[in-house]
């Protein structure tokens, strides 16, 4: 009995569909996907996924960065040094500045805010 060997085609196998459509499904809605939700950076404005942001929240108890919170949230970019403690969230200080100078906190939380207050959270980043 000889056997007839079928010789693999490249094309078949080196592809998955499932990749090919996973890439189109993300093209055709970049932002709407529950798992990965997309939050914009107050400071320079860039849509990103909200893991790569940091939440900063004011209620009545004052500023809270990165902490549980229900207070209304604005979003700045996390800050990427590599010391590896993901324990204290660090903003990127470019952003924060850009936020501070162009009154996004106010914007975002809809409210007055003093200058201490926008120190504070300052301060409270660089020693972080
Ligand atoms: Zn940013």
Aim: charged letters at 30%; aromatic letters at 2%; a positive charge.
């Amino acid at each position: 009995m000889a056997a007839t060997t079928v010789p693999l085609s490249p094309r078949c196998g080196s592809t998955p569909r499932s990749r090919r459509k996973r890439r189109a499904i993300r093209r055709l809605v970049p932002a709407i996907d529950r798992h990965h939700p997309v939050r914009s950076c107050i400071g320079c404005r860039q849509r990103r996924p909200a893991s790569e942001l940091v939440r900063i929240t004011r209620s009545a108890d004052g500023i809270v960065v990165d902490g549980p919170s229900s207070g209304r949230g604005a979003w700045l970019c996390r800050a990427v040094d590599g010391s590896g403690d993901a324990e204290l969230a660090t903003i990127e200080s470019s952003c924060l500045d850009e936020a501070i100078r162009r009154s996004q906190f106010a914007r975002a939380w809809r409210t007055t805010i003093g200058r201490d207050e926008l120190d504070a959270i300052r301060t409270t980043n660089n020693t972080r």
